[in-house]
T-cell receptor, first 113, second 109 residues
């Protein structure tokens, strides 16, 4: 049990669909992150939230829309995705990343068809 | 220069042998570092934190060379279950971490 829960674990969606990824952390952390990991590539930072406020958007296309209703929950809303968006989407949380690192969720493996 | 650079390998290691690999980082002000382990198609998991010159945890030893800005990880008596990608993770920018390609280790029976 990592303390960071992501749902769904697997998702297949068409390019015209709208879906949402969910992340929930029970660790009392105040920062949450979305990362994308394509096959054989490093993790790419997408969004950073601190105390529910978005503090970083790493030039992510608008077809990805994050939402952070409170410090424990983070969503990633998806619409009109492309096949190249197929990847592992990882949520992480942290209280003090410099001293304690991140805790990752299990990820959502997304396939866009 | 990239925030962190690692030779992706793969590093093919006979079972029971010792393997070591390095990563270099660009932020000379970094005070803490992490090694994460990532299994195929899974999330990264924290393996070890490095705050001073190094750290040791069982068969795993991390060493930090601040003058040359590199961190090493050594695995002794390799087990088949050690097969994974090892990510060297320094802090970067505004309170976040930098991830590179990692070092892929394959332990061979």
């Amino acid at each position: 049990e990592t303390g960071v829960t992501q749902t769904p674990r697997h998702l297949v969606m068409g390019m015209t669909n709208k879906k949402s990824l969910k992340c929930e952390q029970h660790l009392g952390h105040n920062a949450m992150y979305w990362y994308k990991q394509s096959a054989k590539k490093p993790l790419e930072l997408m969004f950073v939230y601190n105390f529910k406020e978005q503090t970083e958007n790493n030039s992510v296309p608008s077809r990805f829309s994050p939402e952070c209703p409170n410090s424990s929950h983070l969503f990633l809303h998806l619409h009109t995705l492309q096949p190249e968006d197929s990847a592992l989407y990882l949520c992480a949380s942290s209280q003090d990343p410099i001293n304690y690192g991140y805790t990752f969720g299990s990820g959502t493996r997304l396939t866009v068809v | 220069r990239k925030e962190v650079e690692q030779d992706p390998g793969p590093f093919n290691v006979p079972e029971g042998a010792t393997v070591a690999f390095n990563c270099t980082y660009s932020n000379s002000a970094s005070q803490s570092f992490f090694w994460y382990r990532q299994d195929c198609r899974k999330e990264p998991k924290l393996l070890m934190s490095v705050y001073s010159s190094g750290n040791e945890d069982g068969r795993f030893t991390a060493q930090l060379n601040r003058a040359s800005q590199y961190i090493s990880l050594l695995i002794r008596d390799s087990k088949l279950s050690d097969s994974a990608t090892y990510l060297c993770v320094p802090p970067y920018g505004n309170n976040r971490l930098a991830f590179g390609k990692g070092n892929q280790v394959v332990v061979i029976p």
